[in-house]
C-alpha cells in the first residue's frame, strides 16, 4: 500500500494523538486512584462522552447499520431498548453510585464498593464478583480486538495476523501509560467523531439518492416492510432486543465513569449531554443502514462488497461518497468506537487484579508508585491473554459479546441497583444475587429457553434472590449509617 493512502495518514495521525493523551494523561497519575478512576476528577462532559464512548463499540457502526440494511427497521428495537436502558441507569444509579462508593471506603472498583457496602470481611463477596469481570471481560476485550482486526485487514489489505497486532497496540499503549485519565480523554476525542460520522454520513447518503422522498419510495419499491417495525418479528424478539437496556446497570465500565465524576452535581447534567449524544448516534446509525438501501439498490455496480459482508455498509458509503481525506477520518470513527470500548475493559480488568487480588490479598503495604506499575502489567496481561483468545477469528469471540453483556447485566446490575436504593439489602443478598444473575444466565443461553434473551430472566431471578434472601437477615448498624449519609449527601448536591 503506497504510503501516500489518505485513509493510511488520517489513522496514523489519530492513532498518535490518543498516543499523545496517553503521554499527557502520564503526568497527571501520581497514584492507584488516579490511574483507576483520575482521581474523581471528571467534569460533566468527559463523564458523558466517556460513558457514552466506552459501551459504543464497533457494533455501532458495523453491526447495527448492516442488520438495518438487511432487515428494515425493525432491527430498530434493540437502540429503543439501549436508549431507554441508559436513561433509567443515569436517573437512578449514576448519582447515587457516586456518593456510595465514595461513602463506602472511597470504593475504586465495584468489587471494592460491594465488599464496604456490605461489609464482607471473608472477601468471598470480592472474590466472585472480581474473577465474574476478569472471565467475561477478557472475552469483551478479545472481541474488541478482533473488530480492530477486522478494521485494519479490510481497509488496509493486511495479514489477520498483522492486523491484529496493529489494532491493538494503539489502545495498549496510551491504556498502559496514562490509565483512566487517557481512556477518558480519548473517549472524549473519540465520541466527538463518532457522532460527526454518524450526523454527516446520512446527510449525504441521502442527498446522493434524491432526498427524502426519492429515498423513501426506492427503499419501499425494494421491500415495503422495510418500514414496519413489526417485519419478522414476535413478541418474545421484541422484548428480547429491548432487553438489551437491562444490561446498562452491570457494566463495570460504564459504572466506572459515574464513581470517577468531580461530584454528583455534574451527574445531571453529563445525563442530558449523553442521551443527546446517544440518541444522535443510534439514529443516525439506524439512518446510514436504512438509507444505504436506498444507494446500493439504485448503484448495483457498487453493491458487491456490501453484498458480501452487509455489516461494510457504513465503510462501503464512507469510500464512495466522500473525498479520501473526509472518508478517513470518518473511518477512524469505527476504530474510535472499537479503540474506546477496548481501552476501559483492558483498565477495568487492570483495576480488578491490581486493586482487588494485589493489594488486597498480596501486598496490603503496597506504595502508590508500586500499584500504579502493577496496574499497567495487568493492562499488558490481560490484553496478552485478550490478543491470544483474538488469534483464530473462527473463534466465534464476537458471538460472545451478547452473552457477556447479559452475564454483568443479570450478575451486577441488580446488585447495584438496589444497593443504591435500599438500605435493607444485605451481604448474603448481594452474593445470592450476582451468583442466582449468572448462573440463570449460563443455563437460559445453555437451553435457549423460549426464545428469549438471557438478560431478562436472569434480572428478574437476580433481583428476587437479592430481596428473599436479605429479608432473612439484617443490615448492619453500620451499613445503614454509611447508606443513609450517602443518601443524604446525594440528595442534598444532586
Known amino acids: 500500500m503506497s504510503v501516500t493512502n489518505p485513509t493510511l495518514i488520517t489513522f496514523v495521525i489519530y492513532i498518535a494523538a490518543m498516543v499523545l493523551i496517553g503521554f499527557m494523561a502520564y503526568r497527571s497519575t501520581n497514584n492507584l486512584s488516579d490511574y483507576i478512576l483520575g482521581g474523581r476528577s471528571l467534569g460533566s462532559v468527559v463523564t458523558a462522552l466517556s460513558a457514552g464512548a466506552s459501551d459504543m463499540s464497533g457494533w455501532l457502526l458495523m453491526g447495527l447499520p448492516g442488520a438495518i440494511y438487511m432487515s428494515g427497521l425493525s432491527e430498530s428495537w434493540i437502540a429503543i431498548g439501549l436508549i431507554v436502558g441508559a436513561y433509567l441507569n443515569w436517573l437512578f444509579v449514576a448519582g447515587r453510585l457516586r456518593v456510595q462508593t465514595e461513602h463506602n471506603g472511597d470504593a475504586l472498583t465495584l468489587p471494592d464498593y460491594f465488599a464496604s457496602r456490605f461489609e464482607d470481611k471473608s472477601g468471598l463477596l470480592r472474590i466472585i464478583s472480581a474473577v465474574v469481570i476478569l472471565v467475561f471481560f477478557t472475552i469483551y476485550c478479545a472481541s474488541g480486538i478482533v473488530a480492530g482486526a477486522r478494521l485494519f485487514e479490510s481497509t488496509f489489505g493486511m495479514s489477520y495476523e498483522t492486523a ?4 491493538a497496540a494503539a489502545t495498549i499503549a496510551y491504556t498502559f501509560v496514562g490509565g483512566f485519565l487517557a481512556v477518558s480523554w480519548t473517549d472524549t476525542v473519540q ?7 454518524l450526523i454527516l454520513t446520512p446527510i449525504i447518503v441521502l442527498l446522493a439518492t434524491g432526498g427524502v422522498d426519492t429515498t423513501f419510495l426506492a427503499i419501499e419499491a425494494q421491500d415495503p416492510a422495510n418500514f414496519d417495525m413489526l417485519k419478522g418479528t414476535t413478541f418474545i424478539g421484541i422484548i428480547s432486543l429491548m432487553g438489551w437496556g437491562l444490561g446498562y446497570f452491570g457494566q463495570p465500565h460504564i459504572l466506572a465513569r459515574f464513581m470517577a465524576a468531580d461530584s454528583v ?12 449524544w446517544m440518541i444522535l448516534c443510534l439514529g443516525g446509525t439506524v439512518a446510514v443502514g436504512f438509507f444505504g438501501i436506498a444507494y446500493f439498490s439504485a448503484n448495483p455496480d457498487v453493491a458487491l462488497p456490501v453484498s458480501e459482508n452487509h455489516e461494510r455498509v457504513f465503510i462501503e458509503l464512507a469510500k464512495i461518497l466522500f473525498n479520501p481525506w473526509i472518508a478517513g477520518v470518518l473511518l477512524s470513527a469505527i476504530l474510535a468506537a472499537v479503540m474506546s470500548t477496548l481501552s476501559c475493559q483492558l483498565l477495568v480488568c487492570s483495576s480488578a487484579l491490581t486493586e482487588d487480588f494485589y493489594k ?17 502489567a495487568m493492562v499488558l496481561l490481560v490484553a496478552l491473554v485478550a490478543i491470544a483468545l483474538a488469534a483464530n477469528p473462527e473463534n466465534r469471540v464476537l458471538g460472545l459479546v451478547s452473552y457477556a453483556w447479559a452475564g454483568f447485566g443479570a ?5 447495584v ?11 448474603n443478598g448481594a452474593l445470592a444475587g450476582i451468583l442466582v444473575g449468572a448462573i440463570t444466565v449460563i443455563v437460559w443461553k445453555h437451553f435457549e429457553l423460549l426464545g428469549l434473551y438471557e438478560i431478562i430472566p436472569g434480572f428478574i431471578f437476580a433481583s428476587l434472590a437479592i430481596y428473599i434472601v436479605s429479608k432473612l437477615g439484617a443490615p448492619t448498624a453500620g451499613m445503614l ?10 440528595r442534598l448536591n444532586k
Open 360 to 376: 488486597t490479598f498480596l501486598r496490603k503495604s503496597a506504595s502508590q508508585l508500586e500499584l500504579v506499575w502493577v496496574g499497567r
Open 411 to 415: 450478575a451486577f446490575g441488580p446488585v
Open 481 to 490: 449509617q454509611r447508606f443513609a449519609a450517602a443518601e443524604s449527601d446525594f
Open 164 to 167: 491484529l497486532w496493529a489494532g
Open 265 to 276: 452535581k455534574s451527574i445531571a447534567k453529563a445525563r442530558r449531554i449523553s442521551m443527546t
Open 417 to 427: 441497583l438496589i444497593s443504591v436504593i435500599w438500605k435493607d439489602m444485605t451481604r
Open 191 to 197: 465520541a466527538t467523531l463518532m457522532i460527526f460520522a
